[in-house]
């Protein structure tokens, strides 16, 4: 490489690095319970509604998950934060689930909900009866779903999607890579551009095993979002095509897409997202 060449490398390295460390600055007044009201609540989080994202968003991860071709020992959610439903369906099919998330608040927040119900700072009971629904189960069957995801939780991880290796080297993770990893409204949420979110997912790549899958969550059209109150968290703003060329560019074999377009009712003032997509794809 030569001089001009080196000298403009190390430019850009510098410029990545002082958005990553922004990016850090702004996550620190997260807070997860505020998180979880603006998000996780009716009319996003309503369960009667035909048009409500959280439902969609289950019912992605609900045939993602059962229609045949995931599978394995080891699941990891990447970027879990203070919530839960990332992985209602996946600890069915996977005996082992590890929870990741870069803050401390999250991880405690998750901690909590392990040790029993009521002291997490949301009542997910709903969820677990929804998912139980979609898998033809009575929704009285929650609390066995409760046991079970209980269960399989094997630890709570510190994750950094920015580094080559985002787990700590002693994270118990077969030498082989997990059989799955799930991530949701992470990368574009922590990436300070588009080149940093598809180089995160080259990242996370390297977690999974070849032959493994990735169940792909985000936000489209999202500039912002509130992780509390005057908490303003900037986002890439990215589209389907956008989306579409980092999950290949980064090596995987995208699946499918499938993509919610918000109605009205559910921009609620906590972020300016317009869709939401779902992607299925495989690390060849
Ligand atoms: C918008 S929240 C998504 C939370 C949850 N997965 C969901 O579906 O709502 C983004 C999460 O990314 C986490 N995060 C921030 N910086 C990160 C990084 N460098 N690597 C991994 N996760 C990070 C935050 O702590 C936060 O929990
Ligand atoms: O409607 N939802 O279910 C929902 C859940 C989480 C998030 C959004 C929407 C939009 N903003 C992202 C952060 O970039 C977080």
């Known amino acids: 490489m030569d001089r001009e060449a080196k000298n403009e490398k190390e430019e850009n390295d510098r410029e990545r690095e002082k958005g990553v460390a922004a990016m850090v600055a702004c996550y620190q007044g997260f807070d997860p319970a505020a998180y979880l009201q603006y998000n996780y609540m009716p009319p996003r989080a309503d369960f009667d509604r035909q048009d409500s994202i959280v439902p969609w968003k289950l019912g992605c991860l609900h045939r993602a998950f059962t229609e045949g071709d995931v599978g394995g020992d080891v699941l990891v959610d990447v970027g879990s934060g203070p919530t839960l439903y990332q992985v209602l369906s996946g600890c069915e099919v996977f005996d082992t689930v590890f929870l990741t998330d870069f803050l401390e608040v999250n991880r405690q927040e998750l901690r909590r909900w392990l040790q029993g119900e009521g002291y997490s700072s949301l009542d ?161």
């Open 124 to 284: 997910w009971t709903p969820y677990l009866q929804h998912v139980c629904k979609l898998e033809g189960r009575r929704p009285s069957a929650w609390t066995e779903k409760a046991a079970r995801l209980r269960s399989v939780v094997s630890d709570i991880l510190p994750i950094d999607v920015h580094l080559p290796r985002p787990l700590h080297p002693d994270s118990q993770l077969p030498t082989a890579g997990a059989d799955c990893l799930v991530s949701c409204f992470c990368l574009e949420s922590v990436s300070p551009d588009l080149a940093s979110f598809t180089r995160a997912l080259g990242h996370i790549r390297g977690l999974l095993r070849p032959g493994g899958h990735l169940l792909l969550i985000g936000a489209l059209g999202e500039s912002y979002y509130m992780g509390g109150p005057g908490v303003r968290i900037p986002v890439v703003p990215l589209d389907e095509a956008q989306v579409c060329a980092s999950v290949r560019a980064s090596g995987y074999t995208l699946v499918r897409l499938e993509v919610y377009t918000l109605p009205q009712g559910m921009m609620v003032g906590v972020d300016d997202v317009t869709g939401v997509f779902f992607v299925k794809a495989r690390k060849p």
